[in-house]
């Protein structure tokens, strides 16, 4: 076989494999996906994660969308800001997703929001609560998590409910831009109800020993430690709160749940309240409750745990609001994305999302306006309030 020939036919078969290639991408449309799988906030980003790919499953079990199945393209950010960016360059430009969701924390979040700009590719966050996220000037960001201020008013609506009422409060908050936010927002909202406002203790996102700083708020005299941060330092903070008897009630805001002080609650008695987005023990209260029945009979099938649900749904609801963008789009593209996601009127398993323009003028970021409920644990049992 001469030259010529050679020639000939390897450039036929490089077309060939250049062709099924193409063929193959084209199969699926990709949604790229950036959670923290390790490290100190792996838990809620497992979950996240977990919740994406049942949605992803009920897509494809439903007939996909634009006649094609949609391929999750998961990353570990590692709950570490620099590998967030990491993780959001390697999805855009070797994997070619045309659309992200992620990535759990304001900080990481924040973190990738140039890489936005600068590759024009839209993301979907689906938990993190900075202000700062939505009031920058980006507008490929679009947020289906309530920003802390939105926490804080809702909250306000039902404050005068507790009994005994809160007429000082603490603050117990990891020392990043969602609890330092968070922080700032529930104060303001505390102080137009005429509360008192007291301490405000931090701890880094790793931190195992809370004992200084439950032992400077339990002499502090404020009736209430609102306390922000992920699933582990949650239940670090009620436990040890607990063993030694702050005499405050505990309210977490941000929408993490201490899911394993169900098994293995703290000191008999010691009572918590939770500000959460879903609540997989009363799910009739649920807007759409086929679609909160769909998401948790997924999660059911696949030997979860209960509570895991209550970061889960982020995922869930994160991934039907890109496919509906995708679906009204007509087109698995960043700017078309961009763009129908404007128009989004979606059903989740928290309810219904839409989104309305915030922050600066021809730069807006889109913002849901998400439902939020008070649940109450003691002793390992849950009540929805």
């Known amino acids: ?33 950036t959670e923290p799988l390790t490290g100190a906030v792996a838990a809620a980003g497992t979950y996240v994660t977990n919740g994406a790919r049942i949605a ?45 969701m992620g990535a759990w924390s304001s900080t990481f979040t924040l973190a990738i929001m140039p890489k936005l700009i600068e590759y024009e590719v839209p993301l979907l966050v689906e938990a993190a609560s900075s202000s700062k996220i939505t009031s920058a000037g980006n507008p490929w960001v679009f947020r289906i998590s309530p920003t802390s201020a939105m926490e804080a008013n809702a909250f306000s609506k039902v404050i005068d409910g507790f009994n005994p009422a809160i007429k000082k409060a603490d603050f117990l908050v990891v020392n990043n831009d969602w609890g330092l936010g968070a922080a700032i927002e529930f104060k303001k909202m505390l102080e137009a109800k005429g ?43 009620i436990r040890q709160a607990g063993e030694q008897r702050l005499p405050q009630r505990i309210i977490t805001t941000g929408g993490a749940f201490p899911e394993p002080l169900l098994k293995n609650p703290g000191p008999k008695g010691y009572v918590s309240q939770h500000l959460l987005f879903f609540a997989p023990w009363a799910p009739e209260r649920a807007k759409h409750p086929a679609v909160a029945k769909a998401f948790m009979d997924g999660w059911k099938s696949r030997g979860l745990e209960l509570a895991g649900q209550v970061e ?24 078309a994305i961009r763009e129908a996601l404007w128009k989004v009127q979606a059903k989740g398993a928290n309810g219904d999302i839409a989104f309305s323009k915030v922050g600066v003028a021809g730069k807006e970021s889109g913002q849901a306006a998400p439902n939020v409920y008070v649940v109450e644990l003691k002793d390992g049992q849950v009540t929805v309030k």
């Open 1 to 33: 076989m001469n030259w010529h020939i050679k020639k000939s036919l390897a450039a036929c078969i490089g077309l060939a494999m250049f062709a099924a290639s193409s063929a193959y991408a084209q199969e699926t449309i990709k949604i790229g996906v």
């Open 312 to 335: 889960g749904f982020r995922g869930f609801d994160g991934i039907l609001t890109i496919v509906e963008a995708i679906k009204l789009a007509g087109k698995a593209e960043p700017a």
């Open 195 to 237: 509360i008192a406002v007291g301490r405000t203790e931090t701890m880094t996102p790793d931190m195992t020993d809370l004992s200084a700083q439950l032992a400077a708020l339990k002499s502090s005299g404020s009736d209430t430690v609102f306390v922000t941060s992920g699933i582990e330092q949650l239940t670090l903070a």
């Open 56 to 100: 992803a499953d009920y897509v494809n079990q439903n007939g996909g969308v634009l006649g094609k199945k949609i391929q999750l393209v998961i990353e570990d950010n590692k709950s570490n800001p620099r590998e967030a960016v990491n993780s959001v360059e390697k999805l855009i430009l070797k994997d070619k997703v045309p659309v992200l």
